[in-house]
Each structure stands twice: as structure tokens, then as C-alpha cells.
């Protein structure tokens, strides 16, 4: 297997994010309050997150973000991750293509969410907070969210999908060993969950039911803050660190990439990856290509629509402006279970509607088709998630080997595979199907969305 990889330094790693709010041609419209209409400001976000997450969240001024001392310590535990320029693969697909991808599973938790999971914990914890809580569904941020609590010694609490923790019963046996308390939602443990349970006392559950009883839990102790693993500015922010260090590496490489491409669930892993490399698009007239691959089964960027719309399926939280397919939008049981969101986050949003990038959408067969290949070809079991940015790189790299062009592709590895490995064995096994949803479905959910 020919390989060849690139790490940096302890010296030579980022010492700030990368806010694109700040290099935007239009900046991204405000959360506002349902009732009132009126735009959120700080003071109004800051009673549920992290004071500084609300700052950063809102600040379109900055565009380099300084990262505290402490988290860049953390960060040493395990970054710079590496950029590994695929050999194997682009043999296997015999295309001119150069194709190179950033290793974000390399990480206690396997995962790029552990990038913005110490950076919010952090914050909680230098704001006197002693306890954290948040919601998960298949349980990838949990277990980043829980690992970050023990680091800044905070206790946290996890809200999972009662579904998800009987379907994937080792996150939450991951969330447990690192020291949080994990509750199946809909729980006893809050009103909004015995409501539920009131109503109907064998719901599976959902993210809005947990996201429900996450944020009431916060709002309700004193010292707990809610924090969230996707979606929101903050988060984007935090994971720039993969897009910065990437530009170090590539030059390290001598090469510059002509496209770059990342899985798509609420937008932290692409804008991880992107905006640093977008930055340059928007200030140095460089004109890499931007792709977003998300699942066929929940097509918010290539068939939703741009509306003001809730966050959660309960509607409890502000609306944002994003690409959606309705909050109550229910996806297909895929496997890539961090993908099944049904909107974009609100930079991403914009971005699109500008034209700055673009999402193209994956079949299930086709990312584990891709997942295979870049497993026996690399080494690596990507998780199913990340295997919808190989398809896409496989898509593009074909391209080139049709046309002869020798682009430079680089794609972000969110993370690996190894605890998802019945989604492979129904694989292996033709078991798995694809999804694809009819615009009348689509019509359907949108027709709930309040915002026009
Ligand atoms: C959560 C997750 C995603 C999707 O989330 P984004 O915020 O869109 O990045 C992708 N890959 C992995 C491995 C995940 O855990």
C-alpha cells in the first residue's frame, strides 16, 4: 500500500479559528424569536449555551478567533490529524485525480466532534458551570460531548434517542465509561418527557424529544449549560482547526486543492473543512470547487428550501434561516444516522443561496460501495457517515479520468467505522436499500414551516 502522510508540528498547529461570518458577501440573517419575530441577541442565547459560544455564535466582525490556551493543550492530545495523500485509491480508480483526505478519526472518540466538544466545555467550565447536558442520537457527540466533560472535570448529561441507545448500545456504554449519565429519551426525569410518555407511553423517541428534555434540564439547574454538536456558528468555528491545519499540510505537500468535499448532516465537518480554503476564494480570487455530499434520503441542500424554520422536530427552539425539508421531516433509517438532520446550518445556508458552494446527494449503496473500496484500498473502515465524501470524491475523480484533468481533490474522513460494523455486515449481507423520497413528500413537511 503506498501511503504517504503529512503532520505537523506541536509549534506549528493553528493558534486561532477561522470565523468566514467576518468575509462574507452576505451575512448569514439572525435566529429571531418565534413569537416576537424579533432578532436574537446574545443576552437571549446565553441563559441556555455558554456565554462565549453566544458571542462567537453572533460575531460577524472577527475573522480569527484566538484559540484558548488550555483547549490548544487538549487539541496536542491528538492533533494535528493527518492529510494522506490516496494512493491506492486513485490506482484503484485509475484517474489522473491527486486525491488527499484529512484524518479526523484519529482521536480517542474516532470522530471530528471532539474538536468542538473541548472548546465548549472549556467555556462552560470558565464561566463557573459545573454541569453540562446535551442530546444525541446515535451517539457520536455524546461520546465527544462526555469525553470533554471529563477533561474540564464537569459532569455531564446525556439525553439519547431511546431507539438509537437499544440500536447502538456501545456509544452510550462509551458515554457511561468516560463518566456521564446517559437517559434514554423520552424519560421520566423531566416534565417535557413525561408528557410524552403520558401521551404515549411506547415512543421510540427522537432528537426533538431529547433536544426537548436536554434544554429543560439546563434551563432548570443552576450551573448547566446546553451544547449542541452541529448546526450553530460556534460549532463551525470550533472545527476550522481541520480546515487549517489542512492548508499547512497541502502547502507541505505543494499542492492547492481544486475541490473540496465533506459529508453533510447539519454542516460542522464541511465547514470544518471548507472555510478556511473558501476564505481564499473569497479574498485571493482562488476558485476551488465546494461539495457537500449528503444522503438521498435527507436532501436538504439539493431539494429543500430556504426558509426561516425551527432547529428541533418539537419546535422549541428559535427559528433559522436554513435549507430545509421541514422540521417534522422524518428521514428513512439510514445507517449514516449523523446525516438524518433536516436542515442546514445557517452559514452553510447562505453560502448556498450565494452560489459560494454546492451539495450533491448520495445513495445509501453508493457511500458503502465507496466505503468498501476506500477500506480496502486505504486501510481504513470509514464510518458511514464519511463515506458519503468518498462517494462524492470517487464521482469527481471518474470525472477526471474521463476528461484527463489532473485536479487536486481533498476530502475530510469525519470519522471511522469500527463501532458501526452491523451496518456493514447488512452490507455484506444485501441487506441495505436505498431511499429516495418523492416531492410530494417533501411539499408535505415544508407546508409546516412557519417562516416564508
Ligand atoms: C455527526 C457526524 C457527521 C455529521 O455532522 P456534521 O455536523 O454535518 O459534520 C459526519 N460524520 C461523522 C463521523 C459524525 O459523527
Known sequence: MKQKRFILQENELPTAWYNIQADMPTKPMPPIHPATRQPLGVDDLAHIFPRECCVQELDTEHDFIPIPEEVLDKYSFYRSTPLVRAYALEEALQ????????????????????????AQCYYAKQEGTTNVTTETGAGQW???????????????????????????????????????????????????????????????????????????????????????????????????????????????????????????????????????????????GRHTEFIAAEPESCPKLTRGEFRYDFGDEAGYTPLLPMFTLGHTFKPANIHAGGLRYHGAGMIISQLLKDGLMRGVDIPQLESFDAGMLFARTEGIIPAPESSHAIAATIREALKCKQTGEEKVILFNLSGHGLIDMSAYDQYLNGDLMNYKISDADIERTLQGVPGE
Open 95 to 118: 484517474t489522473p485525480a491527486h486525491i488527499y483526505f484529512k484524518n479526523e478519526s484519529v482521536n480517542p472518540l474516532g470522530s471530528h466532534k471532539i474538536n468542538s466538544a473541548l
Open 142 to 284: 455524546g461520546a465527544a460531548l462526555a469525553y470533554a466533560a471529563r477533561v474540564f472535570d464537569l459532569e455531564a448529561a446525556v439525553y439519547q434517542v431511546k431507539i438509537s441507545m437499544q440500536q447502538k448500545p456501545y456509544r452510550s456504554s462509551i458515554m457511561r465509561t468516560f463518566g456521564a449519565a446517559v437517559t434514554g429519551s423520552p424519560s421520566m426525569s423531566t416534565r417535557a418527557g413525561k408528557d410524552i410518555i403520558t401521551r404515549d407511553p411506547h415512543h421510540p423517541g427522537s432528537l426533538g424529544t431529547a433536544i426537548s428534555e436536554a434544554v429543560e434540564l439546563a434551563t432548570t439547574t443552576p450551573n448547566c449549560k446546553y451544547t449542541l454538536g452541529s448546526v450553530l456558528n460556534h460549532v463551525g468555528l470550533h472545527q476550522t482547526i481541520i480546515g487549517l491545519e489542512a492548508e499547512k499540510q497541502m502547502a507541505m505537500a505543494g499542492e492547492y486543492p481544486d475541490v473540496v468535499i465533506a459529508c453533510f448532516g447539519g454542516g460542522s465537518n464541511f465547514g470544518g473543512i471548507a472555510f478556511p480554503f473558501m476564505r481564499h476564494n473569497l479574498k485571493d
